[in-house]
């Protein structure tokens, strides 16, 4: 699908970031934000502080999932249906309900979403774990991955180059073995029954290391 991008991130806030809907916000959130992304401008990996960099300049907004505008409701919902829970299209205006049944099948199944140039993140992670979240929305954004999700194949390629910059941001040295492993681990999660792991290359195509 084609996505045109008409609206400018606004400038970010004196935590480092902008969100999605700055009309319903916390200073808890805002905390939980920043707290992450100290994370990634003191880290140590070139991917950690690129991100970071991406973020703090206002080139994508987050905000927690809560917040999700009516359309990206409508994508969550889909989502969420392929996992076999089902969210009614009339409970957009409980979102914000802690209680709700909207909420918590939301929260259940999706830690980060993206589309855009936005990012909604589940509450409650860690500091490391919502930037290691953060590392792969913001390699979904770079790369447009939503327009490239076709076919199980493509689906995998998109969460491996995610998934791969994740594991740099930790650290990690992607051998052969440990690239194969990640691959049959996204496809066992995502169920991409179809995907042919051997038209993904280990070093995933397109945008990996964010310019600054």
């Known amino acids: ?38 994370v990634l401008r003191r880290s140590r990996t070139p991917i950690g502080r690129a991100t970071y960099d991406v973020i703090s300049r206002g080139r994508v907004r987050i905000d927690e ?21 089902r969210v009614g299209s009339d409970e957009y205006h409980r979102l914000h309900d802690r209680k709700g049944h909207a909420w918590r099948a939301i929260e259940e199944n999706i830690r980060g979403y993206q589309w855009d140039d936005r990012i909604y993140v589940e509450r409650g992670l860690s500091p490391e774990k919502l930037a290691s979240t953060l590392v792969h929305e ?27 910059a994740e594991m ?21 999660e995502y169920g991409l ?11 995933p195509p397109g945008i990996l290391l964010p310019r600054r």
């Open 138 to 164: 913001v390699n979904h954004i770079l790369n447009v991955s939503e327009e490239h999700y076709r076919g199980d194949t493509a689906a995998l390629r998109e969460e491996y180059r995610a998934f791969y």
């Open 168 to 188: 740099l941001f930790a650290g990690a040295k992607m051998t052969p073995e440990r690239c194969k492993s990640l691959k049959q681990q996204i496809v066992r």
């Open 193 to 203: 029954t179809e995907a042919k792991l051997e038209e993904v290359r280990d070093q």
């Open 65 to 85: 999932l809560s917040d999700l505008t009516r359309q990206d409701f409508r994508r969550v919902r889909r989502t969420i249906a392929s996992f076999g829970t």
């Open 1 to 38: 699908m084609s996505v045109v991008r008409t609206r400018r991130a606004e400038a970010p806030s004196r935590l480092g970031f902008s969100e999605v809907d700055p009309s319903h916000s916390s200073a808890s959130f805002k905390r939980y934000v920043a707290r992450a992304l100290e």
